[in-house]
Antibody, heavy 119, light 107 residues
Framework: QLVESGGNLVQPGRSLRLSCTAS????????MSWFRQVPGKGLEWLAL??????????EYAASVKGRFTISRDDSKNIAYLQMSVLKTDDTAVYFC????????????WGQGTMVTVSA | SYDLTQPLSVSVALGQTATITCGGN??????VHWYQQKPGQAPMVVIY???NRPSGIPERFSGSNSGNTATLSISGAQAGDEADFYC??????????FGGGTKLTVL
């Protein structure tokens, strides 16, 4: 399973780090992604980090490139999303998900963690 | 960028077949995944790579993909199928792309 944590109320311009802790599978075999969903709206993919055999290469959505940083620690079975210069538009539920290989579906998702950006 | 277009809502009578479309430029050349999301829950994949059902997903769920349209079909619709459904593709220029989502109502 995947469990997100770190969501909180934060002021605009501040930073926040989310964690996605995995259990029950070999974390290092999987690509990990972060997504978000504004309440009542659709899903948005944010960032992807590939597994070590794929060089742990990273992709970002244009909407967060330069502000958000994805990383992973396979020794701890955790994926991170470092968010900086947060804006009110970043208010959403943030999910992590796993996929294996290129272009494959996300078969396990976390339950989500709420990030609220407000003064 | 690459855009996926879904109807905002689809209604289906109990026991009938619901069809949800996902339009995209030459989407037939891509692998399409479909997710079901119920209120307050994380998304769950119901169809992967156009036509494949994960274990545990009823045979009532099926998918197809050709030309500019991918389709998710739910036969024998049940009240428990009510949810938001999202299509998703990997695009080499835009990375992961979701459709806007379709709210399925079972009447």
């Amino acid at each position: 399973q995947l469990v997100e944590s770190g969501g909180n109320l934060v002021q605009p311009g501040r930073s926040l780090r989310l964690s996605c802790t995995a259990s029950g599978f070999t974390f290092g075999d999987y690509f990990m992604s972060w997504f978000r969903q504004v309440p009542g709206k659709g899903l948005e993919w944010l960032a992807l980090i590939r597994s070590k055999p794929y060089g742990e290469t990273i992709e970002y959505a244009a909407s967060v490139k330069g502000r958000f940083t994805i990383s992973r620690d396979d020794s701890k079975n955790i994926a991170y999303l470092q968010m900086s210069v947060l804006k009110t538009d970043d208010t959403a539920v943030y999910f992590c998900g796993r996929s294996i290989g290129v272009g494959n579906a996300f078969d396990i998702w976390g339950q989500g963690t709420m990030v609220t950006v407000s003064a | 960028s690459y855009d996926l277009t879904q109807p905002l809502s689809v209604s289906v009578a109990l026991g009938q077949t619901a069809t949800i479309t996902c339009g995209g430029n030459n989407i037939g050349s891509k692998n399409v995944h479909w997710y079901q999301q119920k209120p307050g829950q994380a998304p769950m994949v119901v169809i992967y790579r156009d036509t494949n059902r994960p274990s545990g997903i009823p045979e009532r769920f099926s998918g197809s993909n050709s030309g500019n349209t991918a389709t998710l079909s739910i036969s024998g619709a049940q009240a428990g199928d009510e949810a938001d459904f999202y299509c998703q593709v990997w695009d080499s220029s835009a990375n992961w792309v979701f459709g806007g989502g379709t709210k399925l109502t079972v009447l």
